[in-house]
């Protein structure tokens, strides 16, 4: 249903070009739950965007495509020929609403006065909350307003960016429960942008890791979790709070994310990896496969 | 709304301050003017008991601040009436002009703005963004003999500028003073288009000066608006285009715009007093300058107060009506 | 300075605020020259010149009793560059002092200090100069302190903000500790960072002064003719505008905007450099 393939996007900014996404290559298939998992700053709402189409103007694609049922779409929403059924629900979930502006007038200017009942009860919310202002609501049932809006434009694909961070754990998975049974009730595919490994693990049928605007490894979350491959990945697994019996155990991923404005290695990880030899600067790592349904893009795998 | 007269209060006390001792320094000794052609010193001495001129300042000040309190601002020395009653006669021709350039003034700034924050830094942009930073560069007193010379003199479109009427006709009934209303109001047609052909020019020369800053408010609320995330994540949405920058994005922007709105009203209200000079429009502001340089005290008092109390009623109004639209406001949160 | 270098680094980037400022600079220069270099007399009546339109000899053309208003032009731009920066210049350090000990020492001086401003802003500012005016009487002194007086609030509020922004700063609290007192802590470590704010304020209230200085001529409140000033040329001028004269009211008139347009571009100019350097 969605293929991004081979997606380049760069920006410009003040301190030069910023190479956000190298070469990125995603699919998501009808009714799949794909996480998108990686660090801040790794690109992961970039892309996002760029499916959504509500990319920053000034970015540019360098290379590759985002194709839709097999037609090239653009990062951009307005220049789209063919309209491609894409909703997205916001980090913020306060900030992505109308303040001044009652949540039931909001569904209403996008679905008609007579789904704005079925849509708030589709999110568990009670009918009288249509006559609130956002900032009278909660953040969980802010969020769960966007989930409504994003459900009142009958998407085929729901991108999920962080839908979770700012909340407290009981609404996070009140709401990550929300999105999986509308994902599965009602067929459509959802694509998790998350940093947070574990919530993605529960979540979701397929992990794609992301580092620094390259995706290093996709895998169902069972091979995943039994087997990552890239050494990113591993680090990943190995850093979440789980695995640790006490806090001084808490694994910690040395190094930083590289400034991607500056100058950068055919592979982004080389600075911060263990396996690093030197024929991973010559020339950048292609996404393999190492398994059934399983791609890697390193040089020196772990397996 | 209690609570926001009480805070301004302080400001209110030291404008009836300054303005007291502002027009006691007035040059001219009113007495003297008033005792009218050879007086004796007899009648000039009398006048000045009656005046209160010869006693000690705080005295007169204390007198001043009980007249205020009853009401009383005073008898004009030109006129010979009291000035609230001079002050309320004229005081609907300046407000009809200065609600007429406003009005007018957002009309053209609002679309500019639009225009401009939609089409960031296209050569549209940079167009509206120079006839907005002209029309801050001109003084009232020359846009108004600029429109006189194009429209009355060179296209012979506007009529003379010579007041709110032609010099021989008839005022409607006067019901509210505002010259538009109360021609309707008689169905007078002849005389609403007369009075509204002598409203153009001036109300046009004031809302040019108003243009400069609501245009430029405009943008750049539209333009933060713009690109903040809710517009955004409507975009997502697939709202319709033109309810997304009509009802989200100026709706949102409308705030800061409206309250410019407010202090370009009372800008131009103090700007009034060259335009009523240059069309010899009568309202306060010519009222003033022919009481300045008769050195009328209570006059000269008089008008600064009622214009400062304006202005402190206008940025009332401005706060209530801040609440209006934004009702993160007016529900207290 | 780092402050000069973001000049010169702005300036560089933005050749539109780089012209106005040059075109300034040469205005002042010919209004300081100028008058020395002018071959007329302003004050030089002539009745048989009366009312010419203008020409050649007379690219402005003459006003009603004969007098050359290119040359009279020249003259008041002096008059009117000086009213200016004058009254930009007491503001500036009345405003200043104002807002300094408002903003660092805080509590009834403070208040006191805002009380001030606010009466001051409490009044439409050109009637509160009108009153002045008149209440001190017709003279280019009175102008100036009016002017003065009524752009106070824009720098005290100013310098206000700035200071109290960075009162307890880092910075500050080394240069307490190191001995200095507080109107030295004041004086050099805190007023400095005021500058650039003050900078864009200066030059946008410039214009505005001058505008305000011109109208306050124009309804007779100010200069006295025959002194040629701007304000007072386009109020001459006014009762010919109707009877087809219109270079009397138009040239004088022309020459303010001109230059109150280039201040205002030069102050956009700054504030847009000053924002992108703060912001990085």
Redesign the interface.
């Known amino acids: 249903m969605l293929t991004v393939e081979n997606l380049s996007i760069h920006f410009p900014s003040?301190r030069g070009e910023v190479q956000a996404l190298d070469r990125v290559n995603l699919s998501v298939k009808p009714g799949e739950i794909v996480g998108l998992v990686g660090e801040s700053g790794s690109g992961k709402s970039v892309l996002s965007y760029a499916i959504s189409g509500l990319l920053d103007p000034a970015a540019r694609i360098v290379g590759g495509q985002i194709l839709w049922h097999g037609t090239a779409i653009a990062p951009i929403r307005e220049h789209r020929t063919i309209r491609a059924a894409v909703a997205q629900i916001f980090q913020n979930p306060r900030a992505s609403l109308n303040p001044i502006r009652t949540v039931g007038r909001q569904l209403q200017d996008l679905a008609g006065k007579e789904q704005v009942r079925p849509l708030l009860e589709s999110v568990r919310l009670a009918a009288g909350i249509a006559q609130r202002y956002p900032f009278e609501l909660s953040g969980g049932q802010c969020q769960r307003i966007g989930i409504a809006l994003a459900l009142a434009c009958k998407p085929d694909l729901l991108i999920a960016d962080e839908p979770t961070t700012g909340l407290d754990v009981t609404t996070e998975a009140a709401i990550m429960s929300l999105i999986a049974e509308l994902s599965r009730t009602q067929g459509r595919a959802t694509l998790l942008v998350t940093h947070n490994l574990p919530l993605a693990a529960t979540h979701c049928h397929r992990i794609a890791v992301m580092h620094a605007g390259q995706i290093v490894e996709t895998a169902s979350v069972a091979r995943l979790i039994a087997g990552a491959q890239h050494p990113y990945s591993a680090e990943l697994l190995a850093a979440t709070p789980q695995h640790a019996a006490r806090a001084e155990d808490l694994h910690v991923i040395q190094g930083l994310l590289p400034d991607l404005s500056g100058p950068l290695p055919p592979c982004r990880f080389a600075m911060r990896c263990k396996r690093h030899e030197s024929d991973c600067d010559v020339a950048p790592p292609q996404l393999a496969s190492a398994g059934h349904d399983h791609l890697v893009a390193c040089r020196h795998p772990l397996c | 709304m209690l609570s926001r007269l009480v805070l301004?209060m302080?400001?209110?006390a030291?404008?009836i301050?300054?303005?007291f001792a502002?027009?006691r320094?007035?040059?001219g000794d009113p007495a003297v003017y008033f005792a009218g052609a050879a007086p004796t010193p007899e009648a000039i001495a009398d006048l000045r008991r009656t005046l209160l001129l010869d006693q000690p300042l705080y005295a007169q000040f204390l007198a001043y601040l009980g007249d205020l309190a009853h009401g009383n601002f005073g008898r004009s020395l030109v006129t010979g009436q009291s000035v609230a009653q001079d002050l309320s006669t004229r005081l609907p021709a300046t407000l009809e002009l200065t609600i007429a350039s406003t009005t007018l003034a957002l009309l053209i700034a609002v679309p500019l703005g639009i225009v401009g924050a939609r089409q960031k830094g296209s050569a549209m942009d940079h167009v509206c963004r120079l006839v907005s930073?002209?029309a801050?560069?001109?003084?009232?007193?020359?846009t108004a003999?600029?429109l006189?010379?194009l429209f009355?003199?060179l296209l012979g479109l506007a009529p003379?500028?010579l007041g709110r009427l032609a010099p021989m006709a008839f005022p409607p009934p006067e019901r509210t003073g505002f010259m538009i209303i109360d021609a309707s109001l008689a169905r007078d047609w002849a005389v609403l288009r007369d009075a509204a052909a002598h409203l153009m020019l001036p109300a046009l020369a004031l809302a040019i000066a108003g243009i400069g800053p609501l245009t430029r408010v405009t943008r750049g609320a539209m333009l933060a608006v713009l690109s903040s995330d809710f517009i955004r994540a409507a975009r997502g949405f697939d709202l319709p285009r033109w309810k997304l920058i009509y009802v989200y994005a100026l709706r949102n922007a409308m705030l800061p715009v409206l309250t410019t709105a407010g202090f370009v009203f009372?800008?131009l209200?103090?700007?009034n007093?060259?335009i009523e000079?240059?069309f010899s429009w009568p309202g306060i502001g010519s009222y003033?300058?022919e009481a300045?340089?008769a050195s009328d005290y209570a006059a000269?008092q008089g008008?600064?107060l009622a214009?400062?109390t304006l202005?402190?009623l206008i940025n009332i109004a401005i706060d209530i009506l801040y609440g209006v639209i934004d009702v993160r406001v007016r529900l207290g949160d | 300075m780092a402050f000069a270098e973001a000049l010169r680094d702005g300036f560089r980037r933005d050749p539109l605020t780089t012209a106005t400022a040059g075109f300034l600079a040469a205005f002042c220069l010919l209004a300081l020259v100028g008058p020395s270099l002018a071959v007329q007399d302003p004050l030089a009546t002539d009745a048989a010149r009366s009312l010419r339109p203008p020409m050649w000899q007379i690219p402005c053309g003459t006003d009603q009793v004969g007098r050359d208003i290119c040359t009279r032009i020249i003259y008041a731009a002096r008059l009117d560059l000086f009213i200016a920066i004058s009254a930009v210049a007491i503001a500036l350090v009345v405003g200043s002092a104002l807002g300094s000990f408002a903003g660092y020492f805080g509590g009834w001086v403070d208040r006191i200090a805002m009380?001030?401003v606010?009466?001051i802003?409490?009044?439409?500012?050109?009637?509160?100069a009108?009153?002045?005016v008149?209440?001190?009487?017709s003279s280019m002194e009175n102008i100036i302190y009016a002017t003065a007086i009524v752009n106070v609030p824009f720098y005290a509020r100013t310098v206000r903000a700035e200071i109290n922004q960075r009162r307890e700063a880092g910075f500050v609290e080394a240069a307490r500790i190191a001995g200095n007192g507080p109107l030295r802590v004041l004086a050099y470590h805190l007023f400095p960072t005021a500058i650039p704010q003050l900078a864009v304020q200066m030059t946008l209230t410039m214009?505005w002064a001058m505008?305000n200085a011109?109208?306050l001529s124009?309804?007779?409140?100010g200069i006295r003719p025959p002194t040629p000033e701007w304000g007072i040329m386009?109020?001459e001028?006014?009762s010919f505008?109707?009877t087809?004269e219109?270079w009397v009211?138009?040239f004088p008139?022309l020459a303010?905007?001109v230059v109150?347009?280039s201040l205002?571009?030069l102050g956009?100019g700054l504030r847009d450099m000053i924002d992108a350097r703060e912001r990085?």
């Not at chain 2, 801050?136 to 020359?142: I, R």
């Open positions: 003040r | 301004r302080p400001a209110l030291g404008v301050l300054v303005s502002l027009t320094l007035l040059p930073t002209s801050l560069a001109m003084p009232a007193f020359f003999l600029l006189v010379f009355y003199y003379a500028p009372s800008f209200i103090s700007a007093v060259v000079k240059v003033a300058l300045l340089v000269v008008f600064v214009v400062a202005y402190v | 009380w001030v606010d009466t802003m409490a009044f439409p500012l050109f009637i509160l009108m009153g002045i008149a209440a001190l009487g214009g505008l011109a109208s124009f309804i007779g409140l386009v109020a001028g006014a505008i109707i087809g219109w009211a138009l008139g303010l905007v109150v347009l205002n571009l956009d990085r």
